[in-house]
């Protein structure tokens, strides 16, 4: 299976078809209607528009769609998770799996950062593993259950980009897990 567009990702992801994730919402009225009172993280469906807002309270949503709307952004194209825990972070990276292929023995290709922040600042500075030494390093960070879930993930779409971020507690709509999965992408 092929994930073509970010839209395509967002459905999937929001509906947990993806893997373990953090609490999300369509819209603004869905978190407000949820009682939700923590912080939150925006993102938008386009992938040519890197709009990104984190630690968002509720309270700040209503102005920062306002102000997104003067770029030319519609409230649709918005989406929002709870903030993730990043000073839990143990790693966060992009994970490509190849099989048959003869360019990365054991077929696993890791860009990482170990860095506590969000991952489109912590990707700057990043790291690359392959092969065997990602699946050591995966396998002990990860619970038994995230791995799992990673390898099912990598089986379903091999040669798809896996964006995750593993932490040192448990969190997600997923028991016993301890990594969340944010996109899984060929675009």
Not at 140 to 167: C, G, Q
Request: net charge negative.
């Amino acid at each position: 299976m092929i994930i073509r567009s970010k839209e395509i990702n967002y459905k999937l992801w929001h509906h947990g078809l993806l893997g373990n994730k953090l609490r999300s919402w369509n819209n603004y009225e869905e978190i407000a209607g949820s009682g939700y009172k923590g912080t939150v993280s925006l993102r938008t469906v386009l992938s040519w528009e890197k709009v990104g807002r984190y630690d968002l309270p509720v309270s700040e949503i209503p102005s920062v769609i306002k102000e997104l709307s003067f770029k030319g952004i519609r409230k649709e194209d918005l989406k929002f998770n709870e903030s993730a825990p990043d000073d839990h972070l143990l790693i966060q990276g992009e994970i490509i799996y190849q099989p048959d292929s003869r360019v990365y023995p054991d077929n696993y290709l890791l860009l990482y950062s170990t860095e506590k922040t969000q991952m489109k600042f912590a990707l700057k500075n990043a790291k690359t593993a392959s092969g065997l030494k990602v699946r050591i390093m995966l396998e002990h960070l990860m619970t038994e259950s995230s791995w799992e879930d990673l390898l099912d993930l990598m089986e379903k779409y091999p040669e798809s980009v896996i964006e995750f971020s593993t932490y040192d507690i448990c969190l997600g709509n997923l028991p016993g897990r301890n990594t969340i999965i944010w996109e899984v992408r060929d675009y």
